[in-house]
């Protein structure tokens, strides 16, 4: 058997690539909540909720309208990014002028209400979700074998990664985004439509959510629970890499993630705290997190 | 229409929450001219400023800009009649580069300068367009501030203390491109302590006591009212 530091390396190179296909998750969800914090100064406790109603939304387009998995890629996050825009137009903007706390507390109960709903028409059992005949089967790579559809979902998280970073911070309406967060009076008193820019930020991060959702769904199953399950891994992801920080988020959640399948081939024990060990490390050295500034 | 001022105020009042900062303030701004507000620490100038623009939205009374009620207007929507806004803070964004705080206020109307014109008048900025907006020095932001208004094709400006703070060799550059820009037909209101400065601007100037225009003078009569001028400003 090949091994290295001896640790065989198909095990490793297995666990790491489950932690890097958690790490695509970690930084897809990561980086919404950190374009939503930064924009709205929310911490958008809904944000594991969307990702399960994405995965739901993608299954029952299949279930009821025989809508496959292509389409469900661009539906699913579409009418989550819609739910989101309803959420903020309707409730969240009435919280900015009152203290932040209101609302966490608000997305908090959202997310208890839509875990609630979904569990008690579907049950707390996973729906399956089958994955899309053009990415059945998998590569022998020789040292490993790849799953297709788990070598997609890595791709597909970073080209939607890199896609937000760079329209974030390279382009004219990502400059938009940048300046209002600094100082929405001031873009406002320029002639751009500030309010209307945080509810189409608020959709999209959640949209990214919801895309997140319809990708797992085929891996993890689709089940009522999954959101909050995965949240709280990244909020912890959050707290490392910095909130507010675009490139942080992606960097952190792929990293963690990493650490994570690691930490499964080196000391199994340690592997589901390994992330929250990381988090009050960094809390103790850098509390702003590895990419944040300090405010 | 000559005879409409480009812009006019009449009986405006404005509140910061419960606080009551202006108590009726009227002035106007005819096309082509260079006013200014004088007025000592707090006086109003800076809220008369945010009123015009909707930053202070909790006030009544009239301002018509060519006509057009600003009052009650949604707050996006008043700088695209044509109104740039120089805040005294300055407003250069950190996170943006030179050229992306110089580009970010959108273009309102056609007629506005390009991007050449506005490095021939602030040779400064020439060259500095990755460098980030805040790691300018004070002049250099203070020119990019106002740089970033003539893009856009705003045809008023409002200049909230231009020279606050600068050294005399800025101040004289400011002063060089607000003449330029008086002489391309920009019409500005502008907020200035220095009255010395302000002098070899402008037209009129309103002076300002709290909260209230007390006084207004054109420009030739400013030596005749130096007595009453520096009683009004404590200097
Ligand atoms: N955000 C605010 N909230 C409450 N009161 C304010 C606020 N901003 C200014 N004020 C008050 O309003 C009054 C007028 O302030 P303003 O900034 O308009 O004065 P100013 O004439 O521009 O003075 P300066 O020359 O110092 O810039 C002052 O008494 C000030 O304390
Ligand atoms: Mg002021």
Redesign the pocket.
């Known amino acids: 058997m090949v091994t290295l530091f001896g640790i065989p390396t198909q095990a490793l190179f297995g666990q790491l690539l489950l932690g890097l296909i958690n790490g695509s998750f970690y930084a897809l969800l990561s980086l919404g909540l950190a374009v939503i914090f930064g924009m709205l100064n929310v911490i958008n406790f809904a944000h594991g909720a969307l990702y399960m109603v994405g995965a739901f939304a993608a299954w029952l387009l299949m279930q009821h309208f025989g809508i496959g998995y292509w389409p469900a890629l661009l539906l699913a996050p579409l009418l989550v990014g819609l739910f989101g825009v309803v959420l903020e137009k309707t409730m969240l903007s009435r919280l900015y002028k009152l203290d932040h706390l209101y609302g966490l507390l608000l997305t908090f109960g959202v997310a208890l209400i839509l875990e609630g709903a979904f569990r008690h028409w579907y049950g707390a059992s996973g729906q399956p979700y089958p994955i899309p005949d053009a990415l059945r089967g998998g590569q022998n790579l020789g040292f490993m074998f790849l799953p297709n559809y788990r070598g997609w979902v890595i791709v597909a998280s970073l080209i939607t990664c890199l896609g937000t970073w760079y329209a974030i911070e390279r382009t004219r309406l990502g400059a938009y985004l940048r300046a209002a967060t600094e100082n929405p009076t001031l873009v406002q008193a320029f002639g751009i439509n500030v309010p209307v820019m945080v509810t189409l930020t608020y959709g999209f991060g959640v949209a990214l959510a919801g895309l997140a959702g319809v990708l797992a769904a085929p891996i993890y199953q689709v089940n009522p629970l999954m959101g909050s399950n995965l949240i709280v891994v990244v909020f912890a992801v959050v707290v490392i890499g910095g909130m507010g920080s675009i490139l942080g988020a992606i960097v952190t959640g792929l990293g963690l993630g990493l650490l994570e399948g690691l930490a499964k081939v080196v000391y199994p024990e340690a592997s589901n705290i390994v992330v929250f060990v990381v988090m009050a490390i960094v809390l103790l050295i850098k509390p702003a997190g590895l990419f944040g500034r300090e405010r | 229409m000559p005879d409409t001022p480009m812009l006019e105020i009449a009986d405006l009042h404005a509140f910061?929450?419960e606080?009551h900062?202006l108590h009726g303030v009227g002035l106007e701004v005819r096309q082509g001219e260079v006013v200014t507000l004088l007025?000592?620490?707090?006086?109003?100038?800076?809220?008369?400023m945010?009123a015009v623009m909707g930053i202070v939205s909790k006030r009544t009374g009239s301002i018509r800009f060519r006509g057009t009620e600003l009052v009650g207007m949604a707050q996006h929507r008043v700088a695209r009649l044509g109104i740039g806004y120089v805040p005294?803070e300055r407003g250069i964004f950190s996170s943006l580069s030179v050229d992306e705080n110089l580009t970010l206020p959108p273009v309102v109307k056609p007629g506005g300068m390009t991007v050449a014109q506005i490095h021939e008048l602030f040779p400064n900025l020439v060259g500095r367009g990755s460098t980030q907006g805040t790691r300018l020095s004070g002049g250099e932001q203070q020119m990019l501030a106002v740089a970033r208004i003539l893009r856009t094709g705003a045809d008023l400006i409002l200049l909230?203390?231009p020279t606050e703070g600068l050294a005399p060799v800025i101040i004289e550059q400011i002063g060089r491109a607000i003449h330029a820009l008086k002489r391309r037909g920009f019409t500005i209101l502008m907020?200035e302590?220095n009255f010395r400065f302000a002098a070899t601007i402008a037209d009129r100037h309103y002076v300002?006591e709290e909260?209230h225009v007390v006084d207004m003078i054109p420009n030739d009569q400013l030596a005749a009212n130096s007595e009453k001028l520096h009683t009004y400003l404590g200097v």
């Open positions: 910061y929450g606080s900062i007025g000592r620490n707090g006086a109003g100038k800076t809220t008369t945010r005294e909230d203390e907020v302590q300002m909260g």
